[in-house]
């Protein structure tokens, strides 16, 4: 399926797959951050059960210490 | 616009500030610079001297409390502010009670954590209210690494998106200066686009 991520087009095999998926395949390190589905805030506790399908735009932001 | 008007049009803004550290305290006296009617501060630390390399507290201050003591230095600088301050440590539950009735909100806090529980939480439970966040401020150099970054038309983000705060890479003033006065700047944007508070 393809996907927009923080507006670039990304391609994965799986479809659909939960958010927690999405950031193992990317490899994505940084604990914290905020991750958006079409607009929609997906909690921390919801990214096992929130699923990625094609043609979503997903953004995502890391949240760096200090302040 | 003339700075007259800038400054009479933000007078009708209330904009929240989660964090009264280096981002916080900065952001604060540029958006009471440049005239915002009501700022709502929270935090619930006292000012170390270790502070002092970044945050806009004065030596002699050390001791009191953030919110107070910031409350003061920005009515030295616009009497016209109404400034609103909460000493506690906010959570998922006192958030929406604290900055009920904001225009927006500053996310200015220092550890990650904080700044994500933040985020979710307002964007879960006051929607529609913009949330502009800090991330990645620490350390010296690399201007040409921060920027600001609109996510949608309730989240942005100002900062380089990639250093943490840590022994090596110390917060320090010009860069955690540089970020909240972009989140300032930025704040001032989206109040100015939007319609006046009481008109229809």
């Known amino acids: 399926m393809k996907i927009l991520l923080n507006n670039r087009e990304e391609i994965f095999e799986e479809d659909p797959l939960n958010v927690a998926r999405m950031i193992e395949l990317k490899k994505f390190s940084f604990r914290m951050r905020i991750i958006k589905i079409n607009g929609a805030l997906i909690p921390k506790d919801k990214y096992e059960t929130s699923m990625i399908r094609d043609g979503d735009n997903v953004q995502m932001l890391y949240l760096m210490s200090g302040g | 616009m003339r700075f007259s008007e800038i400054e009479s049009r933000l007078r009708s803004f ?6 009264a550290g280096g981002l916080g305290s900065n952001c604060a006296v540029s958006l009471a610079r440049s005239g915002v009617g009501t700022l709502v501060i929270a935090d619930f630390d006292k000012i170390e001297p270790a502070n002092l390399n970044r945050q806009y507290y004065f030596a002699d201050q050390a ?70 966040t800090g991330s990645g401020l620490a ?62």
């Open chain 2, 63 to 132: 001791g009191m409390y953030k919110t107070d003591a910031l409350k003061a230095n920005i009515q030295r600088i616009n009497r016209a502010v109404n400034v609103i301050v909460h000493t506690l440590k906010l959570d998922e539950r006192n958030i929406p009670e604290i900055f009920a009735g904001c225009d927006i909100i500053v996310e200015a806090f220092d550890s990650s954590d904080m700044k994500q529980m933040l985020i979710e939480t307002i964007q879960m439970r006051m929607p529609g209210i913009p949330v502009v």
């Open chain 2, 139 to 200: 350390g010296y150099g690399k201007n040409e690494a921060i920027r600001s970054r609109k996510i949608d038309d309730t989240l942005y983000v100002c900062g380089d998106e990639s250093t943490t705060a840590d022994d090596d890479h110390p917060p320090m003033a010009p860069r955690v200066s540089i970020v909240a006065n972009m989140q300032a700047n930025l704040v001032i944007e989206i109040l100015l686009m939007k319609k006046q508070a009481g008109q229809s």
């Open chain 2, 14 to 19: 209330r904009a929240g500030i989660a964090g």
